[in-house]
């Protein structure tokens, strides 16, 4: 499917979602082998819970390769929208990506039709293997920013999932032939996801917990504040009590 892309036409930009993680970083090497730098945007989404070397990681990445970064963040953040919410999100709503990214992102692009051109390619970087719902995405489909009409002008977008039928050790090769080194958070957890991610094993929480606790006070008193957990059936206060000396009752944010 992939070959196919050149032949659905010449894409005015290219939008590659950048996490600062390896399947991103992955999914930019496809798209540097496939298409012009001077039409590549490396969009990030800081939703408020990311590690704090990410957003410098974005505009390194960008300076080296020579194109053209774009960092995003919702107005309320991770925390504004938890305390609106007074509940962490859970598989059945995951606001956070919702919110977080999706929207951002769509907004951005709805916002700079002018500069993206009547064709745009929008890239992001899941892998099958990583779990049963991403087996079942699909590697090109219709992007939702595209307009249905001409009212407001032309504009078609089209997703693809580049690398969805490769191995993460691909990934590694790929981002070293780059140049790039990967995130410093593969020493210690699997998967670059949000340092709270719901979806990440309690034993990454508590690495992250470890080397980054002043980033967990807020976390730990809206657990406290809402009565509601990070997971069904596990708290961060738990973890928090496990390597932790300071009480979270007693934290002051």
Not at 44 to 59: Q, S
Not at 116 to 131: A, H, K, P, Q, V
């Amino acid at each position: 499917m992939t070959d196919q892309i050149t032949m659905l036409g010449n894409y005015d930009s290219i939008i590659v979602n950048f996490s600062t993680g390896i399947d991103s970083t992955g999914a930019l090497y496809w798209v540097l082998r496939h298409f012009p730098r001077e039409k590549i945007y490396l969009v990030y989404c800081d939703t408020g819970l990311e590690y704090d070397i990410n957003d410098r990681l974005l505009y390194q990445v960008a300076h080296q390769l020579k194109i053209k970064p774009v960092l995003l963040r919702h107005e309320k953040g991770f925390l504004g929208l938890l305390e609106h919410r007074g509940m962490w999100p859970d598989t059945a709503n995951r606001w956070c990506t919702a919110y977080l990214k999706r929207d951002v992102t769509e907004k951005w692009i709805r916002a700079n039709r002018h500069l993206l051109g009547e064709t745009c390619l929008f890239i992001t970087g899941e892998r099958r293997d990583e779990s049963p719902r991403r087996a079942k995405l699909p590697e090109l489909t219709v992007h939702r920013t595209t307009l249905k009409t001409e009212k407001k002008g032309r504009f078609t977008c089209h997703w693809l999932r580049p690398v969805l039928d490769y191995e993460k050790g691909k990934m590694f090769e790929w981002g070293k032939a780059l140049g790039l080194a990967a995130h410093p958070c593969y020493e210690f957890v699997e998967r670059c996801s949000c340092i709270a991610c719901i979806y990440m094993p309690d034993r990454f929480a508590v690495e992250n917990m470890k080397r980054y606790p002043e980033r967990f006070k807020a976390l730990l008193q809206a657990e406290m504040k809402y009565g509601h957990t990070w997971k069904q059936r596990t708290s961060l206060t738990e973890l928090w009590n496990t390597v932790c000396e300071d009480n979270p009752a007693d934290l002051v944010v």
